[in-house]
């Protein structure tokens, strides 16, 4: 009988958590992971990049996930106050920051016992690349309801920009940080729809702008080279629902389209819209995704971030478990590193 049934003592088996946030799956590992040294977060994801990369490969990618997978390796925590570190996984590589994954993590760790705090508002530390996160769950009843988080100082790295696109023509941009650069463009600009039918379109056009303007603009950090590169393209654009703000679709790492609203991409976002004075300090906006879901997002306050004026955005939103799971890595399966279409 299957119940009875145990893998072979040479297949590694690693566990995984699974959730989503606003619709954007996070495969969180929970066991079968070796200890990953390292003194600081990016050290710690540089390791796991340069030893244990099939394990991305493998759990992101088919036949075990596909082309839109992304995931979360929970480590010790570097700070003093952290209550753990995380980095992230996706199609192409690592993430800096991830505002989903945030959201998620909390709902995770405290939901499930993984991390022990008692009341309504709980505060969670979370060690990431680009720096620590502060997010709050709220409860009801015992289970969280709603995340929000206080984001990494997000700043506009520059503003509107032109770039010629062979086939696409002159194109307005602005990038900014939230965590993770970002390119932004406007949706009717370029005139393609930002709904779940424009979903390949989007990939292309996303694809195309993030090459073109990563060949032409030098990314840099105030602080830390490895975080200083273009990770997406969003297109914004009006909403459906007319008491929403707008809509925000991103493509990152290779051509993944973010079912959520994209939480760093709105802390970018929101440093855009103050710099023009299009919203307030503290007031609160909300922003539909690619499905229809929702975050809301405000600054927080205003702060310096090297050279940069920068804002530390809070961006609010919920998520739900969806499984638990256990993958073998069969050492004589040949595609047991995974493979994708993209």
Known sequence: MLSNWKPPHDWQIITTLDA???????????????????DTILA????????????????????????DMYGAVITDPVTPDGDFGVFFLHNEGYSTMCGHAIIALAYMTLDTGMVTRKGDSPVLKMDTPAGQVTATAHR???????????????????????????????IRYDVAFGGAFYVFCRAEELNIGLGIKDYNSIIELGRRI?????????????YEE????????????PPEDPAHHSRNVCVFAEGEVDRSPTGTGLSARVAIHLSRKDIEVGEWITVESIIGTCFRVRVAEKTEFGSYSAVIPEVKGSA???GRNQFFFDPNDPLRKGFIFR
């Not at 073109?212 to 840099?220: F, G, Q, Y």
């Not at 273009?230 to 654009?237: A, K, R």
């Open 44 to 67: 710690k994801q540089h390791y796991f990049r340069d030893n244990l990369d099939f394990i991305r490969t493998g759990l992101m990618w088919e036949p075990r996930g596909h082309a």
């Open 226 to 237: 490895d975080l200083g590169f273009l990770y997406g393209t969003i297109f914004t654009g």
């Open 20 to 38: 989503h946030t606003a619709g954007e799956p996070l495969r969180l590992i929970t066991s079968g992971l070796p200890e990953i040294p390292g």
């Open 140 to 170: 009801e009843k015992g289970r969280v309801k709603e995340v929000s988080f206080l984001n990494v100082p997000s700043f506009v790295y520059k503003s509107d920009r032109n770039i010629n696109i062979p086939g696409l023509g002159l």
């Open 320 to 322: 739900a478990i969806t």
């Open 210 to 222: 993030k090459y073109a303007v990563r060949d032409e603009l030098t990314i840099k950090h105030p």
